[in-house]
């Protein structure tokens, strides 16, 4: 027999409706109702005679072949959840990848494909390539009726999505996922959802929350209607008991799978409430799960200090912006890239407290953002009017890719490897999303959250035609690597020295260039169209480590360099001491 537990105190009678129409009433313990079905079972939650709803504590979730978004065919699986599996720190330095379980595999041509199983054959490349975390988008069961690739729409928090699974317990297939990824050193987080359900705003489905204990679990207004945070109809209400409790056995379901990491979207959400921020960062204290917050909503910015618990890493809102501008050529920009390459000292207290990003799901890829200006989303079915229009980006001097004249092409490539040098040599924990390394493109879409096509899916394709720039972010890692600088846990502090093109570093709006010296290493970032010549300003024999004007991007053998260096438009170089 497997227990059953609601929470729903204004029920009069709570019952479970099994699949083969057994019904089973339940017992009321205090505010909540107890009960139990046998192994296997699939059930429903009915309360007060009411529709059909899936228990929100469910392991598994299974639909029906009647399954609409308004007249759902769904249960709840009672089915057993796997034995404990232990989390694996890497013993590399942290490079995360975000990837899409589905995406990252459904060009691959196998029966498998789309599926964690099939991810993990793709895990050696990664490894190969140097990233040592891959950040899956969210896994939770959410509604295959809901257009909903990314899965930001969650169903039940404490359930595998069961479409991303090729064998019958997705649970485990993805618990298999995890330990694959640690036998070649990958550790694993997952973006999880827990500020927002997929029952939306009152015009949504009722799945669970809404017909159990409505105003126990979302926040409202007084007039009865939705607080939406989140821009997806709801929020979770974080200072809820029921909440707290609902949220953190989802957790503990999570990391008993090995998961070593959770990025949580929307994190300010649940600062609502510091209290229970914090009472997590407590959890994974004794869980040993890292914490990585997105540290924003619709309505509140919290990064850095002003986030609640400062044992949560966060996505760096800051440093895309800043150096995405920096990348174009904005002037003024100086000072602040300044800052993001030193780990963002102006909003964390240790650089490891950044996430470094140019690129996540939503946005432009690295590719995208040197080959368009403007947001091409017409697919979308919102006539244009979703995602950002604020990306930051430069097409370089054509729109798109069709047509493009072969200078254009040339400076885009040069223009990705300035991006990942800039992501790589800075402090703090660099992300890039998987297939940035050989330029995967969405042809300008930047919010493809209901592309499940080749739009977002990963062309394997562009790898054979962009095996150069793979082959560049390799060395690319691996020179971080080799550089303790770069991967230190202590901040630069006074061990880095700032300059300019001669002199101290240019903070005036009309400079766009940069040069610092920390460690071994010399860098210098002209991001201005004509040539700047560089002054090198540190004493001892430096030679020419890497250069983004060349197409290989890494110079060998180094060129040593004199008293000053021209450094070409729109580069990067970085020397390195030899004495």
Same mark, same amino acid.
């Given at each position: 027999?497997?227990?059953?537990?609601?929470?729903?105190?204004?029920?009069?009678?709570?019952?479970?409706?099994?699949?083969?129409?057994?019904?089973?009433?339940?017992?009321?313990?205090?505010?909540?109702?107890?009960?139990?079905?046998?192994?296997?079972?699939?059930?429903?939650?009915?309360?007060?005679?009411?529709?059909?709803?899936?228990?929100?504590?469910?392991?598994?979730?299974?639909?029906?072949?009647?399954?609409?978004?308004?007249?759902?065919?769904?249960?709840?699986?009672?089915?057993?959840?796997?034995?404990?599996?232990?989390?694996?720190?890497?013993?590399?330095?942290?490079?995360?990848?975000?990837?899409?379980?589905?995406?990252?595999?459904?060009?691959?041509?196998?029966? /498998? $494909?789309?599926?964690? &199983? +099939?991810?993990?054959?793709? #895990?050696?490349? =990664?490894?190969? @390539?140097?990233?040592?975390? !891959?950040?899956?988008?969210?896994?939770?069961?959410?509604?295959?009726?809901?257009?909903?690739?990314?899965?930001?729409?969650?169903?039940?928090?404490?359930?595998?999505?069961?479409?991303?699974?090729?064998?019958?317990?997705?649970?485990?297939?993805?618990?298999?996922?995890?330990?694959?990824?640690?036998?070649?050193?990958?550790?694993?987080?997952?973006?999880?959802?827990?500020?927002?359900?997929?029952?939306?705003?009152?015009?949504?489905?009722?799945?669970?929350?809404?017909?159990?204990?409505?105003?126990?679990?979302?926040?409202?207004?007084?007039?009865?209607?939705?607080?939406?945070?989140?821009?997806?109809?709801?929020?979770? /209400? $974080?200072?809820?008991? &029921? +909440?707290?409790?609902?949220? #953190?056995?989802? =957790?503990?379901? @999570?990391?008993?799978?090995? !998961?070593?990491?959770?990025?949580?979207?929307?994190?300010?959400?649940?600062?609502?409430?510091?209290?229970?921020?914090?009472?997590?960062?407590?959890?994974?204290?004794?869980?040993?799960?890292?914490?990585?917050?997105?540290?924003?909503?619709?309505?509140?910015?919290?990064?850095?200090?002003?986030?609640?618990?400062?044992?949560?890493?966060?996505?760096?809102?800051?440093?895309?912006?800043?150096?995405?501008?920096?990348?174009?050529?904005?002037?003024?920009?100086?000072?602040?890239?300044?800052?993001?390459?030193?780990?963002?000292?102006?909003?964390?207290?240790?650089?490891?407290?950044?996430?470094?990003?140019?690129?996540?799901? /939503?946005?432009?890829?690295?590719?995208?953002?040197?080959?368009?200006?403007?947001?091409?989303?017409?697919?979308?079915?919102?006539?244009?009017?979703?995602?950002?229009?604020?990306?930051?980006?430069?097409?370089?001097?054509?729109?798109?890719?069709?047509?493009?004249?072969?200078?254009?092409?040339?400076?885009?490539?040069?223009?990705?490897?300035?991006?990942?040098?800039?992501?790589?040599?800075?402090?703090?924990?660099?992300?890039?999303?998987?297939?940035?390394?050989?330029?995967?493109?969405?042809?300008?879409?930047?919010?493809?959250?209901?592309?499940?096509?080749?739009?977002?899916?990963?062309?394997?394709?562009?790898?054979?035609?962009?095996?150069?720039?793979?082959?560049?972010?390799?060395?690319?890692?691996?020179?971080?690597?080799?550089?303790?600088?770069?991967?230190?846990?202590?901040?630069?502090?006074?061990?880095?020295?700032?300059?300019?093109?001669?002199?101290?570093?240019?903070?005036?709006?009309?400079?766009?260039?940069?040069?610092?010296?920390?460690?071994?290493?010399?860098?210098?970032?002209?991001?201005?169209?004509?040539?700047?010549?560089?002054?090198?300003?540190?004493?001892?024999?430096?030679?020419?480590?890497?250069?983004?004007?060349?197409?290989?991007?890494?110079?060998?053998?180094?060129?040593?360099?004199?008293?000053?260096?021209?450094?070409?438009?729109?580069?990067?170089?970085?020397?390195?001491?030899?004495?």
């Amino acid at each position: 027999m497997v227990d059953v537990r609601v929470y729903s105190p204004g029920a009069i009678r709570v019952e479970v409706r099994v699949l083969d129409g057994v019904t089973v009433p339940l017992e009321r313990d205090g505010s909540g109702w107890l009960g139990s079905v046998q192994a296997d079972d699939r059930y429903q939650i009915v309360i007060d005679g009411g529709p059909g709803l899936v228990d929100p504590y469910a392991t598994e979730v299974w639909f029906g072949p009647a399954h609409t978004r308004h007249l759902h065919d769904a249960w709840a699986v009672a089915a057993a959840w796997p034995e404990p599996r232990p989390q694996r720190s890497t013993s590399r330095p942290l490079v995360v990848s975000e990837a899409h379980v589905r995406g990252m595999t459904k060009l691959r041509g196998r029966s /498998d $494909a789309g599926t964690y &199983a +099939a991810f993990a054959d793709e #895990l050696p490349r =990664l490894a190969s @390539l140097g990233v040592s975390v !891959v950040e899956l988008l969210p896994v939770h069961q959410f509604d295959p009726a809901e257009p909903n690739y990314w899965g930001y729409m969650p169903l039940v928090f404490g359930a595998v999505h069961r479409s991303y699974a090729h064998t019958a317990a997705p649970a485990a297939e993805l618990a298999d996922f995890v330990s694959a990824a640690h036998d070649v050193d990958i550790e694993v987080w997952l973006d999880v959802v827990l500020n927002h359900t997929t029952e939306e705003d009152r015009e949504g489905p009722t799945y669970n929350l809404r017909g159990l204990a409505d105003l126990e679990y979302y926040v409202v207004n007084g007039d009865g209607s939705y607080v939406n945070d989140a821009g997806c109809g709801n929020i979770i /209400d $974080a200072a809820s008991p &029921a +909440a707290q409790e609902l949220l #953190l056995t989802s =957790l503990d379901r @999570l990391a008993d799978l090995g !998961v070593d990491g959770l990025r949580f979207d929307l994190a300010a959400v649940l600062a609502r409430n510091p209290a229970f921020i914090r009472s997590i960062g407590d959890w994974a204290e004794r869980r040993g799960v890292r914490l990585i917050a997105e540290p924003w909503d619709l309505a509140r910015y919290l990064a850095g200090r002003d986030f609640p618990d400062a044992r949560w890493a966060q996505w760096n809102g800051k440093f895309r912006d800043d150096v995405r501008g920096f990348l174009r050529g904005e002037g003024g920009l100086v000072g602040a890239v300044l800052q993001r390459v030193q780990g963002s000292p102006d909003l964390f207290d240790a650089p490891g407290s950044s996430i470094n990003m140019l690129t996540a799901h /939503d946005g432009f890829t690295l590719h995208d953002l040197f080959a368009y200006d403007q947001k091409h989303n017409g697919a979308n079915g919102w006539d244009g009017a979703d995602g950002t229009d604020d990306n930051r980006s430069w097409n370089c001097g054509w729109e798109g890719d069709i047509d493009a004249p072969h200078e254009v092409l040339v400076l885009r490539r040069r223009q990705m490897r300035n991006a990942m040098c800039l992501l790589m040599l800075s402090q703090g924990t660099p992300m890039i999303v998987a297939g940035d390394e050989f330029a995967r493109t969405q042809h300008g879409n930047n919010n493809p959250y209901n592309q499940d096509n080749e739009t977002s899916w990963i062309n394997w394709e562009r790898r054979d035609a962009f095996v150069g720039h793979e082959r560049f972010v390799q060395r690319l890692i691996a020179f971080r690597v080799q550089h303790r600088a770069l991967t230190q846990p202590e901040s630069w502090g006074s061990a880095v020295e700032w300059f300019g093109v001669v002199g101290g570093p240019d903070l005036g709006s009309h400079s766009r260039s940069l040069a610092w010296h920390v460690g071994d290493l010399y860098v210098m970032v002209n991001m201005w169209w004509e040539p700047l010549d560089f002054a090198v300003q540190v004493p001892g024999t430096w030679r020419i480590a890497l250069d983004t004007t060349d197409e290989q991007g890494f110079i060998a053998p180094g060129q040593a360099v004199g008293e000053s260096l021209r450094v070409g438009p729109r580069s990067v170089v970085v020397l390195t001491r030899t004495d």
